[in-house]
């Protein structure tokens, strides 16, 4: 008994559930189950998207559909809770990001799943196939074929005489040894070094800068497409510009953030864009029928703001690649 109430406190804490909805309205509007594995403050923006896509299928939350939202600050062993609690009450489909996919897989096969996520769908076990998902997921990824070897060729084209990097990841990310192995191989095709590593905690970002610093790190690649890192921008391009680190990010967030160069895709597009597809499954379409697709807005981004506070000069051949260069 102390376990049940303990663990519908931590549901309560962190799962924001939509309460105040008469029981006979509830009763009457399909329930979203959405499972974040950030925080309702740092994903207000995303989350507002996800329900604009959600606007465009023709579902509006309190009106003909209910949310119920899920959100693990950070702490990724809490998903598993906050997912069979979803699964429990049950609700109609479930919308996950990130490492919230994989957990939400494990807790059932029967409601649908849409994601959003930066995992390589078939390489982390989601999909058998993106054209044809054939299970009860499917969703947008924002992964891209040169997601590791493109932000080294960036950072050498900025630092041409450098030939040692950092990198900065996730260990608790659901492909970080992946994503470590891979870097070092993109890092040895380009002839550099790559030194990685690694953050779960706010305290180990700030420790993991300091150390890249001390060891004179002068150039580095923060993979913030996992949701911890995408949510904590702020902090991680605040750090950057104190150790005056020029780094290159995996999100275009973190660019607008301050940060120094983003090559990647919009994480709000492929939340709009699942919301969408939840709406179609509301309407009765099926998860297996829906073919994964990949987010085509990916852009480079250069924020000159930063480029002149850290006294860099940035290439022509790096700028005439940008899509969008912030003064």
Do not use: C
């Amino acid at each position: 008994m102390v376990i049940a109430i303990r663990r519908r406190e931590l549901v309560l804490a962190l799962g924001g559930a939509a309460v105040g909805w008469p029981l006979a309205a509830r009763a009457q509007q399909p329930v979203i189950g959405f499972l974040n594995g950030a925080t309702a403050s740092e994903y207000a923006s995303l989350a507002a998207t996800f329900r604009q896509g959600l606007g465009d299928a023709g579902f509006v939350e309190g009106r003909n559909v209910l949310i119920e939202y899920r959100w693990a600050e950070g702490h990724y062993e809490r998903l598993a809770i906050l997912a069979d609690d979803l699964v429990r009450r049950p609700v109609a489909v479930i919308f996950a990001n990130g490492p919230a996919v994989v957990v939400a897989k494990k807790a059932t096969t029967t409601i649908p799943i849409v994601f959003a996520t930066g995992l390589d769908p078939i390489a982390s076990g989601l999909v058998s196939s993106l054209s044809r998902p054939g299970g009860n997921l499917t969703g947008f990824t924002s992964r891209l074929d040169e997601v590791y070897e493109k932000p080294l060729e960036l950072l050498h084209d900025l630092l041409p005489a450098v030939t040692t990097f950092g990198a900065l990841l996730n260990p608790g990310y659901p492909s970080a040894e992946v994503e470590s192995r891979n870097l070092q191989e993109a890092a040895r095709t380009l002839g550099l070094r790559l030194r990685v590593l690694h953050a779960a905690t706010e305290s180990q970002i700030d420790t993991s800068f300091a150390a890249f610093a001390q060891e004179g790190t002068q150039g580095l690649f923060v993979e913030t497409a996992d949701p911890f890192f995408t949510a904590r921008r702020d902090q991680i391009a605040a750090l950057a510009a104190r150790y005056a680190i020029p780094a290159v990010y995996n999100r275009n967030e973190v660019a607008a953030a301050g940060g120094l160069l983003s090559y990647g895709a919009s994480v709000a597009d492929t939340y709009r864009q699942a919301g969408i597809y939840v709406g179609r499954i509301l309407k009765g379409e099926k998860a297996a029928d829906l073919p994964v697709q990949q987010s085509t807005k990916i852009k480079l981004i250069v924020n000159m703001k930063t480029a002149k506070t850290l006294g860099l000069t940035i290439p022509d051949k790096i700028l005439a690649l940008a899509d969008e260069v912030i003064e």
